[in-house]
T-cell receptor, first 110, second 115 residues
């Protein structure tokens, strides 16, 4: 099925470093969402973006809705061990169906 | 407010059997969506129910079906199970507007293993 192109696939960083990941699509989306999933659990919504160019923060997380509406970025500043997990981007259009990226697995070394 | 709940959390079935999974959305949410998550295919949309009607459907065979009750609780059924149906099945509920803004809140999932 269709998926968004999410990169990188995995990252292994030192605690305290900043992290960046992005998502691109060939299709336009009206809403971009970022989720985090821990092992054995469902995805948890981190940030939702509704307008092209929008920049939104949630604590140490900052996400942007690309101006072309075909991409989005997530940054995590000053990473900590509990940031470990898989981060997913998702695009939403009319029809209430989310299209997901393949995920970015984040590992943090204390 | 309680989150999305799914039962059971784990299931083991054999090929050819059928299975029913249950999802209770966040109170006041009327839209329920189902997703399949596998290592190979990632998160794939199955279908969405709103006001007891299937509103959207993903690209899955007819063996996958669902329904929604008047209290917004939803069930999904998979008949004639195949090995490839082994996956984490996730349910997500959306705001009363029907999810026009796109925010969906996920349950913990049901881990289905087909032997």
């Amino acid at each position: 099925g269709q998926q968004l192109n999410q990169s990188p696939q995995s990252m292994f960083i030192q605690e305290g470093e900043d992290v960046s990941m992005n998502c691109t699509s060939s299709s336009i989306f009206n809403t971009w969402l970022w989720y985090k999933q821990d092992p054995g659990e469902g995805p948890v919504l981190l940030i939702a973006l509704y307008k092209a160019g929008e920049l939104t923060s949630n604590g140490r997380l900052t996400a942007q809705f690309g101006t072309t509406r075909k991409d989005s970025f997530l940054n995590i500043s000053a990473s900590i061990p509990s940031d470990v997990g898989i981060y997913f981007c998702a695009g939403h259009n009319a029809g209430n169906m989310l299209t997901f990226g393949g995920g970015t697995r984040l590992m943090v070394k204390p | 407010k309680a989150g999305v709940t799914q039962t059971p959390r784990y299931l083991i079935k054999t090929r050819g059997q059928q299975v029913t999974l249950s999802c209770s959305p966040i109170s006041g949410h009327r839209s329920v969506s189902w997703y399949q998550q596998t290592p190979g295919q990632g998160l794939q949309f199955l279908f969405e129910y709103f006001s007891e009607t299937q509103r959207n459907k993903g690209n899955f065979p007819g063996r996958f079906s669902g329904r929604q009750f008047s209290n917004s609780r939803s069930e999904m059924n998979v008949s004639t199970l195949e090995l490839g149906d082994s996956a984490l099945y996730l349910c997500a509920s959306s705001l009363p507007s029907g999810g026009l803004l796109g925010e969906q809140f996920f349950g913990p999932g049901t881990r289905l293993t087909v032997l």
